[in-house]
DNA sequence: CTTGGCACTCAGCCAGACGGAGTGCCAATC
DNA sequence: GATTGGCACTCCGTCTGGCTGAGTGCCAAG
């Protein structure tokens, strides 16, 4: 809003908010002019950094806390950094051990065991919070569909997907069908749907109910009626959160009130699910930091995501959240090779 | 262990005890004999009121944060509140309300719905944190069990249970099965497995096999292979929570390394199922206070759980967990209460 | 442009003082 | 013998003022 120049940092300032942020986001605390002195390599005094440091203040990459502390970055200040300013480094391969170990294959692992598995890896090594949502069904592909007979009117249906996902769902029919007309329809609308998208198949139903007139027998219209109820649910997006014990160690998040509301808005995962989203639509990995995300509850946080693919399509998210000073550089690569490391352990079962 | 005497406590030290505990219940504070020799009803100077207190102090009822501070109940003095001194509250018609309305029959409510709105509930009214155990398929009836086949050398077995309850897991086998094989093989299971529970089943495999020589076509041998796998997976118990944030609006348990370390228990669980299953065993509500529980976690907290029964078989706890200065005569009815309407939610879908 | 010097600001910490709440004990009273 | 008022004492919490250290902004000299 008022942003007044692209400001083309000089490199000098450059290096200056690069060390600033660095300190800070190692030390935790308000870094001046003469820390910098040392550890920036510039060989300049304490006295030129703070004219440098006034600028950056006036820019709005800068802050104080109050007027004899030293200077803390913006959240303006940390995109700058995460954007340009950041070597992200290549990850230490104790973790990169642990994670691969983590993921190793399991070939009666269910996704939901998986699922888990990568959340608490991800909180685990980074002990901040770690998030992944659910695959969405939408994208994967149906593997299998069946209908059981319970008692009298109720009806089991079995969805199997892509990606070690089952589905189960009880429904009320009209009328008694037995084990055998229920197999007949499920074997037709194997036939069908096997291997087409959630959205794939809705088309192909709709399509065959209009072409249901003539060629049809009762039973297969039955069919495509249990099968229009089961796949009108709409899918709900949902995720599972590792760790958020963890944030309560960071002192910047230390305030009861807060920390109260952001746990509130991990169970009612409305809001989060919103934010993980929009990471879901973007490419790679993606960072949210402080009141970007939009939301309230995570104004003193950041949100490190990447997507993760099976088959190739990117079915969910996972995330790290950690307050805002959070040491990205190694946060970025963790989240990133978790990504794929999922993404192939969901694959490999199909 | 240091116990002296049955302490049958006059009824003069039983009114001053309880009104003590009552008003520190609902003020959180220590209480001083002016304020019992006010609230008692008992028309005793302060003066009188100190010395029945000192005793009360000695035989362990009672302690003092420090010298000049009022009077807070011990572990000893809660139990002994809880034991005799309680009075239950009849629970509010408007919470009772809300309580019905929350299990208000929806016949498409999936099991897992139903166990989280009990634990939403309970906690939304409590204030405190709700926990309520799925239900052990231990105890529930087999309603159905099918195999379906998957890609090549994957089996999805599909087992119904009583209460909701659907249960899916994927086997590999040998060698491929046709879909009418296995068709065959869930028929044959389903006259030797339904109705019973789960420990019978495995009884009854048992027995199959041991008949297996003559009589049995190489098939129904496969199926029976096929069911002791399935059957063999050890069930893990376990528990969905909700309003643990609640926890942290309590002075008592703000100290943030207690709240974490109580957190983190939430999340391993093991601990907490360990005492949940104690509730399990004993037959109406039981109460942990502080200590009690055996569990350093808990030491602050006091636990109130009922057990809930499907077809009559108690199957699971449900649980409120809050500061040991919790308003007893309150939750217990509330807890209770919910046990049974959780109870027969889940029994009304069989 | 850089630097040393300087006055100034501010949080954190310590020490001391004070008031309030509540106690334990004792001697007087019913 | 139980009950009571009186009293000295203890201890916490809060407020105060003073001090220190860190860090700043500004200025004038290099």
Redesign the pocket.
């Given at each position: 809003m008022s942003t007044t120049t692209p400001h083309a940092l000089g490199e000098?300032a450059q290096i200056i908010l690069k060390t600033l942020i660095d300190r800070f986001i190692r030390e935790g605390?308000?870094?001046?002019?003469?820390?910098i002195a040392r550890e920036s390599g510039l060989?300049?005094?304490?006295?030129?950094?703070?004219?440098a440091?006034?600028d950056l203040?006036e820019q709005g990459f800068l802050q104080?806390?109050?007027?004899?502390?030293?200077?803390v970055p913006t959240v303006r200040g940390y995109r700058l950094f995460v954007d340009s300013l950041l070597t992200v480094q290549p990850l230490e391969s104790a973790q990169l051990a642990l994670l691969e170990q983590g993921f190793v294959a399991d070939e009666t692992a269910t996704r939901q065991q998986v699922i888990d598995t990568a959340s608490r890896l991800l909180s685990g090594i980074t002990r901040m919070a770690g998030v992944v949502t659910l695959p969405r069904r939408e994208q994967l592909g149906l593997r299998h569909i069946e209908f059981l007979p319970l008692s009298g009117h109720q009806v089991l249906a079995v969805l199997v997907f892509e990606g070690q996902e089952v589905q189960n769902r009880i429904l009320k029919v009209e009328r008694p069908f037995s084990a055998s007309e229920l197999q007949q329809a499920s074997n037709y609308l194997n036939t069908l749907f096997v291997g087409k998208g959630i959205q794939q198949v809705r088309d192909a139903i709709v399509d065959e109910m209009r072409r249901t007139r003539a060629d049809m027998d009762e039973l297969m219209r039955a069919a495509v009626e249990l099968a229009s109820v089961v796949f009108d649910v709409p899918e709900e997006a949902d995720y599972v959160i590792a760790g958020q014990s963890n944030l309560m160690d960071f002192k910047e998040l230390s305030h009861v009130e807060k920390l109260r509301a952001l746990f509130d808005a991990f169970t009612a995962k409305r809001e989060m699910l919103h934010l993980l989203d929009q990471a879901l639509q973007g490419e790679g990995a993606q960072i949210f930091i402080g009141e970007e995300s939009g939301y309230r509850v995570l104004d003193d946080c950041s949100v490190v995501t990447a997507p993760y693919r099976v088959n190739g399509q990117v079915v969910g998210v996972l995330a790290v959240i950690g307050p805002t000073r959070m040491a990205y550089q190694r946060v970025i690569p963790i989240v990133d090779i978790t990504a794929r490391l999922l993404g192939s352990a969901l694959n490999l079962s199909n």
């Open positions: 000098r605390e308000p870094v001046g002019s003469r820390t060989d300049l005094s304490p006295a030129s950094i703070r004219n440091l006034l203040e104080s806390p109050h007027a004899s502390a030293g200077r």
